[in-house]
Nanobody, 127 residues
Framework: QVQLVESGGGLAQAGGSLRLSCAVS????????TGWFRQAPGKERELVAA????????????TYADPVKGRCSISRDNAKNTVHLQMNSVKPEDTAVYYC????????????????WGQGTQVTVSS
């Protein structure tokens, strides 16, 4: 069983930065995809970024959603069993509850394919 605990959400001004962290326990990163999803009020939950275990790459393969490409960076600290999402140049439309999720196998977009979820952390960006 995989347990996920998010931290690092909060309030930021447009143009600022936030760093979200997801502590992963219950298993190692081998074979695991860990992703960040977000859900804004009245909208469906969407994938923001995900990182998959690979024996060929310390940090990858990585997937980013189009709205955050160039502004967000996902990384994995294998020693601390933690995945980070660095958000730069944040916008009011980034306001949402951000969830860490995990699944065995490659990255997929559909949130229903992720059996493990954290409790979520609120990110609010003011204009």
């Amino acid at each position: 069983q995989v347990q996920l605990v998010e931290s690092g959400g909060g309030l930021a001004q447009a143009g600022g930065s936030l760093r979200l962290s997801c502590a992963v326990s219950g298993r190692s990163f081998v074979g695991l995809t860990t992703g960040w999803f977000r859900q804004a009020p009245g909208k469906e939950r969407e994938l923001v970024a995900a990182i998959t275990w690979s024996v060929f790459s310390r940090n990858g393969p990585i997937t980013y959603a189009d709205p955050v490409k160039g502004r967000c960076s996902i990384s994995r600290d294998n020693a601390k069993n933690t995945v980070h999402l660095q958000m730069n140049s944040v916008k009011p439309e980034d306001t949402a509850v951000y969830y860490c999720a995990a699944r065995m196998g490659p990255t997929v977009v559909a949130d229903a394919e992720y059996p493990y979820w954290g409790q979520g952390t609120q990110v609010t960006v003011s204009s």
